[in-house]
């Protein structure tokens, strides 16, 4: 029976193997390793990506356009963004005739389809037979845009514009193509920009024997068609407010060789209110001055393919807190200024003082301006408390010998050579210009080491604009002795306009932010976060 039984035991065993199908070394598991062993693992599969999701439009369209005092708005249907939705839009008519508010709605833009004049023009001086003062109002965070190249908007003499955004909701003024979302960071030219006109004085007059600085003596809007004169003797003008405003992708050719620019301020007096403006990406000018005696406050300019800062023809302007930056491998001067390029003689003559700006130039001008700052034409000019940043450009060039004139004249309205003070540079190796006068006498009118002047700075900016150690050592002008300064009887700065400041350059430390919340991030310059985001898009509230 044992015998049996041991016989039995191994034909079941080598069933058992065959019915496995081969019980050799290699298929028997390691002590301890239990489970079920697999010999050949399916790969784990690769994880799809997770797709970007695509934006979900966050604006839609207003039901209609709403009623406003000095004409009707035309329903012009709807315009899209892929990325931001939908509004209605509404086109003002080409002339607003009695005063007028624009509210913000939300799903609702404004649309300048060709020229828009605000009121009727009055002339250079007030009569009872003129027509009706009309005033533009634009309530905070509403969006204007430009449907094509010759749109423009014109407040003609005698007329006000009310354009007052917040800190948090400013006024945007841009193109057709912004409003799309198909803009990129070098698009610029897409419309015209917005011309205030007023009624003070101008040299470089259009009538043949017109007295400069006389109501006789008239302009009209460069490339403009049809009339849009400005000039007079009203130096006190008012021709309204703007602030808290943006505007984008402006500068369009009109005619042969005259563009507009984001703002141009033309025989505006000195009771109209300008602060707190960026202009972003003009095709020409960031600004242009026209005679008169413009006063400006917190001015950001970021991409003007010409000047940034360009006045012209008997200008008696003021500047306080800049930050002037231009894009790479585009772009002119920082300053242009002259007071007739032909007749220099003429009065009244430019007397403009700039404090607290600081200027990036990123690339060598594209024109024959030359230098980072040309001053000609018998410009009086005065720089103070600011900074220039251009390593690949001539500082400053002086041209004609009438702009270098340290005489100071009541009866030719000469006040003398250009004034610097606290003013640091950093220029390329060569860093004055001969143009009529010799590069000796362009050093010396800038003076460095002297006045707090410096032609060989190194910059310590923190955040592109911020003051460093090198900014913070230097001591300022006091420009507040600049108010209410009279020459020839004519008053050269609004009481109490320049600030007292304890610094140069336009941003003192981290804690001081008055370029924040109202403007537009780009590549070329970051104003921080809180804004109305990137400059190729809109705000959605």
């Known amino acids: 029976?044992?015998?049996?039984?041991?016989?039995?035991?191994?034909?079941l065993t080598s069933v058992a193997c065959s019915t496995l199908a081969a019980c050799g070394a290699d298929d028997v598991a390691s002590p301890g390793e239990g489970g079920t062993i697999i010999i050949n693992p399916t790969p784990t599969p690769t994880p799809t990506p997770t797709p970007t999701p695509t934006p979900t439009p966050t604006v839609t369209p207003a039901a209609g356009c709403p009623t406003i005092g000095g004409g009707a708005l035309t329903d012009a249907g709807t315009i899209s963004n892929a990325a931001i939705g939908s509004w209605r839009v509404c086109t003002l008519p080409a002339r607003l005739t009695a005063n007028s508010t624009l509210p913000k709605i939300a799903g609702l833009l404004y649309r300048i389809n060709g020229r828009v004049d605000v009121g009727y023009d009055q002339g250079p001086t007030e009569?009872?037979?003129?027509?009706?003062?009309?005033?533009?109002?634009?309530?905070?965070?509403?969006?204007?845009?430009?449907?094509?190249?010759?749109?423009?908007?014109?407040?003609?003499?005698?007329?006000?514009?009310?354009?007052?955004?917040?800190?948090?909701?400013?006024?945007?003024?841009?193109?057709?193509?912004?409003?799309?979302?198909?803009?990129?960071?070098?698009?610029?030219?897409?419309?015209?920009?917005?011309?205030?006109?007023?009624?003070?004085?101008?040299?470089?007059?259009?009538?043949t024997g017109a007295a400069p600085g006389s109501n006789a003596c008239e302009r009209q809007t460069e490339g403009a068609v049809d009339d849009a004169l400005y000039g007079g003797v009203l130096n006190n003008d008012n021709s309204g407010r703007m602030s808290y405003v943006q505007i984008r992708y402006s500068g369009?050719?009109?005619?042969?060789?005259?563009?507009?620019?984001?703002?141009?301020?033309?025989?505006?007096?000195?009771?109209?209110?300008i602060d707190h403006i960026m202009s972003y990406n003009s095709s020409d000018d960031a600004v242009e001055v026209f005679g008169g005696h413009a006063h400006v406050k917190h001015f950001i300019a970021v991409g003007a393919e010409d000047d940034n800062l360009d006045t012209d023809v008997g200008t008696k302007a003021n500047f306080q807190y800049g930050i002037v930056v231009q894009r790479p491998n585009i772009g002119d001067a920082m300053i242009e200024a002259d007071t007739?390029?032909?007749?220099?003689?003429?009065?009244?003559?430019?007397?403009?003082?700039v404090a607290n700006f600081v200027f990036f130039q990123n690339s060598q001008n594209s024109s024959s301006d030359k230098a980072s700052i040309l001053l000609r034409g018998g410009t009086d000019y005065g720089l103070y408390n600011s900074v220039l940043v251009s390593p690949t450009n001539p500082?400053?060039?002086?041209?004609?010998?009438?702009?270098?004139?340290?005489?100071?004249?009541?009866?030719?309205?000469?006040?003398?050579?250009?004034?610097?003070?606290?003013?640091l540079m950093q220029c390329a190796s060569t860093k004055y210009i001969d143009s009529g006068i010799t590069v000796g006498a362009v050093a010396s009118i800038f003076g460095t080491g002297s006045n707090g002047n410096d032609d060989a700075y190194t910059p310590t900016f923190t955040s592109l604009f911020i003051n460093g150690a090198n900014e913070t050592k230097v001591a300022a002008f006091d420009v507040s002795t600049l108010n209410a300064q009279l020459f020839n009887g004519i008053e050269l700065t609004r009481a109490g306009f320049f600030d007292k400041t304890s610094y140069i350059g336009a941003v003192k430390d981290a804690s001081d932010t008055w370029y924040q919340g109202w403007t537009c991030n780009?590549?070329?310059?970051?104003?921080?976060?809180?804004?109305?985001?990137?400059?190729?898009?809109?705000?959605?509230?």
Request: with cysteine; hydrophobic share 35%.
């Open 522 to 541: 780009s590549t070329a310059a970051d104003f921080g976060t809180g804004n109305t985001g990137l400059c190729t898009s809109l705000p959605t509230a």
């Open 395 to 423: 500082c400053i060039n002086i041209s004609r010998t009438q702009t270098a004139s340290g005489t100071q004249s009541v009866a030719a309205d000469e006040f003398g050579a250009p004034i610097f003070r606290s003013v």
């Open 340 to 353: 007739d390029n032909a007749l220099d003689g003429n009065n009244p003559r430019q007397n403009t003082r």
């Open 127 to 207: 009569e009872s037979t003129d027509k009706t003062d009309v005033t533009l109002t634009i309530d905070p965070g509403v969006i204007l845009y430009g449907e094509s190249g010759p749109s423009w908007l014109n407040v003609n003499r005698g007329n006000k514009i009310q354009a007052v955004g917040t800190s948090t909701q400013p006024i945007i003024f841009t193109s057709r193509d912004n409003v799309q979302g198909l803009n990129t960071e070098s698009s610029s030219g897409q419309w015209g920009g917005v011309v205030l006109s007023g009624r003070a004085q101008i040299t470089d007059c259009a009538a």
């Open 252 to 273: 369009y050719v009109l005619s042969s060789n005259s563009e507009l620019q984001s703002l141009t301020l033309q025989a505006v007096g000195s009771a109209t209110q």
């Open 1 to 11: 029976m044992a015998a049996f039984a041991r016989i039995r035991l191994i034909m």
